[in-house]
């Protein structure tokens, strides 16, 4: 047996040592990570909008025996509610053992993700084809979204309130629908544009159909022939887009991916992987300390803005109502309580280095990362956690024997974004990021790893117990 030498030894004691999962996780827990991760993979191909998700989520909480909220109830040590706000946006909650007025356990994910969404009015006919018009959501490279298959999700109001739910291009016989693009042999001056240009916005439109109603004196036959289809399966006419929501996502299910079947492949990662790992966790809390409090929002990939954001009020309204059933104020409560901002980052990709700093990049398979803070520049847009609340994750990561690494989203300059952490932050609360590292992150499909994902959910386990 070869003994450690001086060096080694201090080296070990006082240098950061840097952990893969898969050496440090036993077989039952690679085991384990595989099997959450196979329920996580079911919750993705559910789940490709802010509403399904939030639908899905309900129905994971109605099946574990939450209650729906109600303002000025009795409530004790145990009882598990949840609120959905406009169906877009869930707030969960598991009363603990202390007193609200020593604060409350956040767990904060969003639940939406980068995509096309269609036009106010997205229905027109050109050169005998039929097609889409969108606006496309979020931050996304616009090339990505070109000649793969899409899905239509969503929406539609009728007038006089009727909601009809659409979903075409998941199921097996379904059809799909794209983004055409040009044949490199005549796209000469689209290459020619910038990367960003390459795709432009006003591009981003749907082919859904190309043949005609049989009329010789109809006009723009083929957009008529698909009103015609959608009238006959959804009972509306055009005017009816005009109180839609109606998303393009990919048609494509989640898949492992590598040779090991290592990791996942995917649309929504970001940021389900973190909404699904916090809600798990929260529905697994039975007898927590301090309650906890597990949101999934809205609109974080457009600066969390609108009533389903967290830019909004509705969480500060719910802590508020929380806290008057136990005869306190929201801001007793608030000011005490600790949050973990739910959220991803981005992963060191070896193709692509010079974007990271090495030591301050998360890396696939090096557990869950924890991010101080994000924002751009001189750390600008964000809440740069305190160093004692890191302290005290740490410590409860360590302790708890979670797999977790440290890093901040890319190098000084080299570009940035936020979080839903800096929200939270200013309502007087403790924060720090806690998420997965993702590759090829805003892409339509993008990778983490199984046992990163496996991590998040034991650390906000161990944020909950």
């Given at each position: 047996m070869n003994e450690m030498t001086n060096g080694q030894l201090l080296a070990k004691e006082l240098l950061i040592q840097e952990k893969n999962c898969g050496e440090v996780l036993s077989q039952e827990e690679l085991y384990q990570a595989d099997l959450f991760c196979e329920r996580y993979k079911d919750f993705l191909d559910v789940a490709k909008t802010e509403r399904e998700a939030a639908t899905a989520a309900v129905a994971l909480l109605a099946e574990n025996g939450y209650q729906s909220f109600v303002r000025g109830g009795s409530y004790a040590p145990g009882d598990k509610v949840y609120l959905c706000n406009r169906g877009k946006a869930v707030i969960a909650a598991t009363i603990g053992r202390q007193p609200l007025n020593m604060g409350v356990h956040i767990a904060a994910a969003h639940i939406d993700s980068p995509r096309l969404d269609l036009k106010p009015r997205p229905l027109y006919e050109s050169s005998e084809l039929a097609l889409f018009k969108t606006h496309y959501y979020g931050g996304i490279k616009k090339y990505?979204?070109?000649?793969?298959?899409?899905?239509?999700?969503?929406?539609?109001?009728?007038?006089?309130?009727?909601?009809?739910?659409?979903?075409?291009?998941?199921?097996?016989?379904?059809?799909?629908?794209?983004?055409?693009?040009?044949?490199p042999h005549l796209a000469g001056e689209q290459l020619k544009r910038n990367l960003n240009e390459g795709i432009k916005g006003e591009e981003l439109n749907i082919l859904i159909g190309s043949r005609p109603f049989k009329d010789d004196k109809a006009a723009e036959k083929v957009k008529l022939n698909i009103m015609q289809l959608l009238a006959q399966k959804y009972g509306v006419k055009e005017a009816d887009f005009l109180s839609a929501e109606l998303e393009m996502v990919p048609a494509w299910k989640a898949r492992d991916v590598g040779f090991d079947r290592s990791m996942i492949g995917a649309y929504g990662h970001d940021d389900r992987v973190c909404a699904y790992t916090a809600l798990r966790a929260e529905i697994d809390a039975k007898d927590p300390t301090y309650t906890t409090v597990t949101i999934l929002a809205d609109k974080e990939e457009v600066g969390s803005d609108g009533n389903t954001g967290l830019n909004s009020s509705y969480l500060r309204y719910f802590i508020q109502d929380l806290a008057a059933c136990f005869g306190l104020t929201g801001r007793e409560v608030l000011s005490a309580s600790k949050c973990l901002s739910a959220d991803v980052n981005a992963a060191f990709d070896p193709t692509f280095p010079d974007v990271n700093e090495p030591l301050n990049t998360a890396y696939i398979g090096r557990g869950v990362v924890v991010t101080k803070y994000t924002g751009a520049r001189g750390k600008g847009g964000t809440s740069d956690a305190s160093a004692e609340f890191v302290a005290t994750v740490r410590d409860m990561l360590d302790k708890d024997e979670v797999v977790w690494q440290m890093g901040e989203l890319g190098k000084v300059d080299a570009g940035g974004g936020g979080t839903v952490a800096m929200y939270i932050a200013n309502l007087n609360v403790d924060v720090v990021d806690v998420g997965v590292p993702v590759l090829s992150m805003h892409a339509p499909l993008e990778v983490v790893a199984k046992t990163d994902v496996y991590m998040a959910y034991r650390a906000f386990e161990s944020f909950f117990k």
């Open positions: 990505q979204w070109t000649a793969i298959p899409l899905a239509l999700h969503g929406v539609i109001v009728k007038a006089g309130g009727e909601v009809v739910r659409v979903n075409i291009g998941e199921q097996e016989g379904d059809p799909i629908f794209c983004v055409t693009d040009l044949l």
